[in-house]
């Protein structure tokens, strides 16, 4: 395969992507090989760094002293970084400590979670704890299988039900993609100069710059206040660093600016002018596997650090869902069946499920649909397009440039347009493992790197997606076309092609219920953007928001007369309950019926 153009210029050191546990079991996931970070006579920014953590401890330094060399193991000279705020603060690496040594220790013994600073004390109160850094729940590993891609210790916060309860909701936020070589570090050092300061915390749960949090307060789907029906679930926030499916290592570029691949994207950020190699983790799949092990040891669940669980155990679960948003949303997608298998090892006749939520924008095997000569009777699932190969050209969006075209090239092996990585290059790089259904019908194709294409045609595990129909992110861009500069001309012609694969599902599993419960497949399709609204007025994800998922409704119509009125957090705990009577719901006015459903409390006519 080749590699994408920032990968390539690392062949000097090595690129480990070890994948050598089965997507289904819970086998330990790969030895990691032993790097002499900063020792290649490239380098010549940072030296001697074993992780992005001890780079940026080093640059910190050197903003203190300009004569400290940039050196991760060279003494500090002053203490750097705060561990725990208040009365009596903590440094979080030590004068006279090594930028890796403090690295080492944090990761090896991190602080206690109840000394950390709080943002929420009593209930809807998440409470961090230190994910095992074994894949087994363990501290046994030889080196670290969950960990961070900055090197520091993955972390969860979590708050048991209101009523003791074996149900479980585990949510990982969409703030802060994966990252692939050239962009790891201008993400980790430099989304600041975009205001995304989410980005540089969501690879680490202890930046340097920020330091760690020990409780926050829950909301949307975490929220556990008196109102919300989430309360009757235990509930865990993965505190973002990785990805749900990846099993990788990769060496990264870090330099005193932002390569010439990402300088536009982080247009206040210097040049590079000096570079060295680091290693980077993305250890997703392990952090989900020592999580679930150590929500079933009494050691994970000791929340108030007063040597006895707050919380059941895991092993007794009845229901877990793994939701996620926006890009996690994709990678749970690709994983959720290797988690089901690890959940029930543990529990073995939990219940499984997959919260998709931000992530149904047009899809390539509905496109061809739009081609010169679809077959009869077109769906998604008669004509997919590994087996039509049929897409485009997309409407002309009057750009003046001829990009079209479009293509499963997005999920191929690269190079992209321009040296940009595609799809495929970064779950590669990333080892995410494909979902073994896929791969045992198309083996390792563009097909299994497509997350729609394994939700509708492959994925196990039960699935409710939640989107709007005009999403205000993945409106502006497709994925299916071949140029990443292409953006579809109107909002209407996005929503025309989201509405026609949603039908398409609709259809096809009305026709399998009597062989396959409701319950597999819920579609949740709102239009929160009315009439003339901006294009800003619509929502891209909903998991994370009070207001989307408490308060925000949608109204089922018979003559304009209005039958029930749901939140988005009663339709998901419905579905999860097994009592939804609804488990399709799209606004749509194209389809004549006295019977419809209309976003928002009260009835009117549908758009």
Known sequence: MQLPLGMQKLLMLMVVASCSAS?????PLGDDVAIDAGSAAADTYVLHCDSLFS?????????????????????????????????????????????????????DSPPDPTTLRRACTGTNCLRAIWIPRCADGSESCAEPEAICPDGTRAMALVEPAAVPSNRWLVYTSGDGGPCLGDSCWPMYRYSRTNNDQVFEQTMSSSHPDYGPLGARP???????GATSPFAAFNRVELKRCADPASNGMEVVVVGDGVPPLWAANYPGAPKVTRSSHIPTWHRGLAIHRALLHALASSAGRDLDGNGTADIASFADATQVAFAGSSDAASYYVMAADALGETARTIAPTVDVRLVVDGKFDPSLDSEGRYSASPPASFSIYTSPYDQTHQCGPLPDNNDGMANESCSDGTWLAGPGVDGRPTWYDGFAARGSPNDASCAAMHGDSAACANDFHVIANHLASPVFILADQE????????????????????????????????????????????????????????????????PSAAAHTHLGLDDRMLRWSMTKCQLALPIVTRTTAQMLVAWLDNTSTDPIVIEDASVSSTTFWVTGTSCRAPE
């Not at 997507?23 to 086998?27: E, L, N, S, V, Y």
């Open 55 to 107: 780079a940026r401890v080093v640059e910190k330094m050197a903003e203190l002293d300009a004569t400290f060399p940039l050196d991760c193991a060279e003494p500090l000279r002053a203490d750097i970084g705060t561990l725990v705020a208040g009365p009596t603060p903590r440094a979080m690496c030590a004068k006279n400590e090594t930028a890796n040594a403090c690295r080492t220790r944090l990761y």
């Open 471 to 534: 999403d205000s992110l993945l409106s502006a861009h497709a994925a299916l076309a071949d140029h990443y500069t292409y953006r579809w001309p109107t909002i209407t012609e996005f929503r025309k092609r989201v509405l026609a694969q949603a039908h398409d599902m609709e259809q096809h599993w009305a026709n399998r219920e009597e062989t396959t419960p409701a319950s597999n497949l819920a579609l949740l399709l709102r239009k929160q953007r009315r009439n003339n609204d901006p």
């Open 218 to 224: 829950g909301a949307g789907i975490t929220n556990g």
């Open 23 to 27: 997507p289904g079991d819970d086998t």
